[in-house]
């Protein structure tokens, strides 16, 4: 799996009876250094902690399989300090990963632990503050509930859903039903989603993406991508892909929207002489 596939934040919802669950996700916690090192667009170093502020519970997903560093990476830390007034919960994904499920009980008990310098419980923590801090700890004792989970078959999710049901809190709904919002948004993400899988190194971090257009029907709909290759060499090897990629995007697109999909995706390059 590549690192930092989802590249700005999405809100995806649940709506259970009268209740609505509203999902963030954010590109992955970068550091100022990782976004000019690998020329990450600015919304990586805002997007989490916006979309914190929105939410009313903070999950923290965690790799169980990576066990080799058994702590919360820091980035996480901070913010799970900066807004510890909010109810917090870890997961601990691909479970299913691990040839010795005793390990689990270890990784928890490393996640969870009692720091050895107090926490200070402040809403407003000064950045001095939170680094002192996290010299001294790389867990979090204040997480409510642990879930062992895989996403990969399904096992647990059911429990993250039946807890964030009971945590909802009053309010508004955002979408009055479940339906798929900004699809012309969505032809993009699956696009994007589609030169992750099909293209290696770096050329997908590379790519400059625009719909053209999106002609959409009641039972069918049309639309055309164009993708910006940095270079010759990107482009052959886009156009090498280009196939398999409009199909996997034209298929995931019309599973979401329930009707017939026809997608084109044009690619060019930077280079004025190819």
Known sequence: ???????????????EGDTQIVFFDTPGLVSPQEISKYKFESEFLRSAEEA???????????????????????????????????????VLNKVDALKRKHN?????????????????????????????????TT????????????ALNGDGVGDIKEF???EAQPGRWLVKQNKVTNPDKLAIDFVK???LDFLQDEIPYTLTFKLNYFEDYEDKCAIEVSVMTKNKRHYRMTMDKVRP????????????????CRLRIQITTKDTDE
């Open 1 to 15: 799996m590549k690192a930092h596939t989802t590249r700005a934040k999405v809100k995806a919802f649940v709506n």
């Open 52 to 90: 914190i502020q929105e939410a009313d519970v903070i999950g923290v997903v965690h790799d169980a399989s990576f066990t080799k560093i058994p702590e919360l990476d820091p980035l996480t830390l901070r913010l799970l300090l900066l807004y510890q007034r909010k109810g917090s919960f870890l």
């Open 104 to 136: 689990l009980l270890n990784l928890v008990t490393a996640l969870t632990r009692k720091p050895k310098s107090h926490i200070v419980g402040s809403d407003k923590l000064t950045e001095q503050q939170v680094v002192g801090y996290l010299k001294n």
């Open 139 to 150: 867990s979090w004792p204040h997480f409510s509930e642990v879930f062992m989970i895989s």
């Open 164 to 166: 964030l049901l009971n």
């Open 193 to 195: 989603a589609a030169c």
């Open 245 to 260: 990629i409009a199909a996997y995007a034209e298929s995931h697109l019309a599973s979401a929207l329930e009707k017939e």
